[in-house]
């Protein structure tokens, strides 16, 4: 069957054109209510994430004490590690002059003694005494050469004086010891 339609052109025209507005019309309220939609969503995980802001200041501000307490225990512990650190260097040190001494003595010869020992610097080493003869001084120094404790044994001077009646050799000499 054939559909005749009577309208007047001018009506059908207004007829379209109310579709159209009415179409722009549900698009433009979809749109609205699509932009609210995600509008409202952004909302709801801003007060979201200012909610759990929040809990954490929360939890900071419950913790700040013991934050306080941890920065105290750090210093005491670097104290206690400096302190630890002197002892052990102390320790460590502790036998390096009775070593020293005992070696120096049993580099002694016969008609040798010692007036002074003395550290310098570091582990430079300065001694001066008096022998009996050279030998004795030149002996002293050749046993200091051949110990394992003593490098660089150089013999500053000597010189001739008498004690009483009996002629003796004053001598100095500087080494470095390898503790």
């Not at 179409?23 to 200012?50: D, P, R, Y």
């Not at 920065?71 to 206690?80: G, H, P, R, S």
Request: glycine fraction near 4%; hydrophobic fraction near 45%; include cysteine.
């Amino acid at each position: 069957m054939t559909n005749i339609n009577l309208m007047p052109p001018v009506l059908l025209a207004k007829k379209k054109i109310q579709w159209r507005n009415i179409l722009v019309i549900i698009s433009l309220s979809a749109f609205v209510v699509l932009i609210g939609f995600f509008w409202s969503n952004q909302l709801l995980e801003v007060k979201k994430k200012e909610q759990k802001v929040e809990e954490l200041k929360a939890e900071i501000a419950k913790l700040r004490p013991y934050m306080q307490e941890i920065k105290d225990l750090e210093i005491e512990i670097d104290l206690l590690k400096t302190r630890l650190n002197i002892i052990t260097q102390l320790d460590k040190d502790r036998f390096i002059w009775a070593k020293l001494l005992d070696q120096t003595s049993d580099c002694l010869g016969q008609g040798i003694w010692l007036d002074n020992l003395s550290n310098t610097n570091g582990t430079a080493i300065q001694i001066s005494g008096k022998a009996m003869d050279n030998f004795s001084v030149a002996n002293y120094i050749l046993k200091l050469m051949e110990s394992q404790l003593f490098t660089n044994v150089n013999l500053a001077n000597i010189t001739n004086s008498t004690i009483g009646k009996y002629p003796i050799r004053s001598f100095s000499l500087s080494c470095t010891h390898n503790i």
